[in-house]
């Protein structure tokens, strides 16, 4: 009998620690291209809004020019009708001196006017030239803007595919419960910190999902903005701009309070500081917004109190 030498040897299936290596691996990565898919989005509202209220000033520009240009032609349809009868030529054979000086007069006075008429369209016209060039400036801008946020987004499905696919492998994956009513927050806090972890506890058992701004799932930074905002604190999209954003109201670690906002390292995480050495926060995909041990919040390096 013949036999086959040389075939091709199957590649021996990952060992379950290689695969959990390699979901921590993807995991870390997923915070930062996560953030960075969101600051994208953050970019191209920003570059959208500018585009829209510039275009709405083009239309009303649009509308100005038009109407001087009405005004216009509505000279020299009358100055042609009357057979410009208040010219020079027949302004010098009036015999009367009081008919010569009142034709002067009015010539002045359609000569003011005629110029101020033209003078407006002009400016008008160079103002509209600039409002088109801006408008198409902000245009162009806010198409590239939307490109790189596709891009990102392929970026970010691509891996959260991976680690999805890992997860099941390894019965890890939580779908969550968008419509769970969390859990109550019983702990000290007070004042606006207190409202903002009561909003955040009653998210506890929804799913994690990038770019997620509730009201069913969330992702890390979705989750912190808007439970601050139920406190009443206006806070920037993405981990990266919270951190940058409280850089006046940083707090040392030793020093934690309720509510405040801590960060992992390369600022692509976000959670909050629950009392009691636990925390809050969406942690990743196949997960759920939970109430952690801060030891299972692996290296934070700062914290911000909003």
């Known amino acids: 009998m013949a036999t086959q030498t040389g075939g091709a040897e199957a590649k021996p299936k990952p060992t379950i620690a290689q695969t959990k290596a390699r979901l921590a691996k993807l995991n870390d990565q997923a915070d930062k291209v996560v953030d960075r898919y969101n600051l994208a989005g953050e970019q191209w509202k920003k570059a959208r809004k500018e585009y829209n209220s510039l275009n709405g000033r083009l239309k009303g520009e649009l509308g100005r020019v038009d109407d001087l240009r009405v005004g216009l032609v509505s000279v020299a349809i009358s100055t042609y009708q009357s057979g410009d009868v208040l010219s020079w030529s027949n302004l010098i054979t009036q015999p009367d001196p009081e008919a010569l000086l ?152 030793n020093a934690l309070q309720p509510g405040d906002l801590l960060f992992a390292a390369g600022l692509g995480h976000v959670g909050m500081y629950a009392g009691g050495g636990k925390m809050v926060h969406a942690p990743r995909t196949g997960d759920v917004v939970k109430v952690v041990p801060l030891s299972s919040y692996r290296g934070i390096i700062g914290a911000v109190r909003p």
Request: proline letters at 4%; aromatic letters at 8%.
């Open 102 to 253: 009142a034709g002067l007069a009015s010539i002045d006075q359609m000569s003011a006017g005629q110029s101020r008429t033209i003078s407006a369209y002009e400016q008008a016209t160079r103002s509209l030239k600039g409002q088109r060039d801006k408008a198409k400036g902000a245009y162009d801008k806010a198409v590239k803007l939307l490109d790189d946020l596709r891009r990102q987004k392929k970026d970010v499905e691509k891996l959260v595919g991976e680690q999805e696919r890992l997860l099941r492998k390894l019965n890890a994956y939580n779908p969550g419960n968008p419509n769970s009513p969390g859990i109550k927050y019983t702990g000290a806090a007070s004042g606006n910190a207190r409202a903002a972890l009561q909003f955040a506890f009653a998210q506890v058992g929804k799913p994690y999902r990038y770019g997620g701004t509730g009201p069913g799932a969330w992702d890390c930074s979705g989750l912190t903005q808007a439970s601050w905002r139920a406190a009443g604190v206006s806070l920037p999209r993405t981990a990266a701009q919270q951190y940058s954003w409280g850089a006046s109201r940083r707090v040392s670690l």
